[in-house]
C-alpha cells in the first residue's frame, strides 16, 4: 500500500475514480425523494382524468384508455403513455393485461359480466376506470353457406341459443358429466347429463333445496342434435304437420338450450314431475324461482318476455350462465337476450 501512496499516477487515477464514479454513485443514492436525475421539476398535480370511465369490452378485444393530469395552475398534459407517463394496475390480472402506454387486453376466457377495475397513477394521484367484460349478441354469430345463423361460441358457459341463433348440428359438450341428483326417469341416459360445470352447480342447488327441506327432482338435460330432431318431428305429427304450431313450445334441432348441455328441466314429485306451468304454484317452483341464481342458473323463458325468447313461460327450464351473470340477470329482470344487447 505504501508502493501506491507514492506513486503519484495511481493516486491521481484514484481521485479521479472516486471523482466519476464514487461521488455520483452517492450523491444519486441520497436523492431524498428518489426521482431520478430530473432537472426539470414537474408542477404539482392536482387530479387525473382517466377516460372513458367505464366502457364494455369483449372477450380477445383490446381498448385504450387516456389520462389527463390536471395542474394546479388550470393546464392539462396528456400522460397516457411516455416514459414519464401514468403507470396502471388492474384488479384482475389475469381478465385484463396491460399492454402498456394506455392499452389493454381483455383475455379470451375472460369472465363475462364481471367488471374489472382499472387504476392509473401519476405522481401520488390516481384515477380509475372500470370496464364492464360482455360482448354483443350480434358478434357470436355468422351464417353459414346453407344461410343457417349459428353461433360461434358454442363453448361459452353464456352461448345463447334460440330461434335466430343455432348450434353447429355437430356441437357435442366435450365435458357432459352425470350430475348427482335425484331424476325422474331410471337408468343412464343422455338427457341425465350437464356441462361439468353446470352439473356441479345444479348437485348445490339440489343440496341447498333440501336443507329447505325442497325437493327438487331433475327430468331432462342435455339432448343431442339428433334427439332433438326426433323430437320436433314427433310434435309436428302430433300437430297435424304444423312446424309453425309446434315451434312455439318445441325446439327445431339445433335451436334446443338442451344442446348446450347447460339447461335442465327441474320438476317434483307435487306435481308429478310434469313439466307443466303449475309447477310455478308448487313449494318447489317457488323456491327454485328465488334461489337459481345464487348457483349460477336462471329461469330461461320467463313470463311475460316471450316475445323476446321466443318460448312461452317455462318455470321448470332453468339455463347455468354462471354466478356473476344470473344475479345480474335476476336482480335486472333480464333475460339472456336482453343481458347481451343492453
Ligand atoms: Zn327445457
Redesign the pocket.
Known sequence: MARIQENPTIQLALSVAVLLVIVPLVAFAWQPDREPLDLDPVPEVTSLVLEPGQSVAAPGSSLTLSVKALFADGTGLDVTNGEDGASYTVSDEASVIIDGGGRFHVAEGAPIGQRIEITAIYQDQRATASILILYWLADTVHTNEEGVPVVTNADSITVIVNKERNLPASYEPADLVRPDVAFSSSGDREKHYLRQEAAAALEALFAAAAEDGIELVAV?GYRSFETQARIFEYNVRSNGGDEELANRWSARPGQ???QTGL???VSAESVSCA?EADFAEAPEGQWLAANAHRFGFVI?YPQGKEDITGYGY?P??IRYVGETVAQQLTEAGLTLEEYFTR
Request: no cysteine; hydrophobic share 35%; net charge negative.
Open positions: 331432462s334446443s338450450e338442451h339447461a335442465m328441466d313439466l330461461r317455462e321448470w327450464h
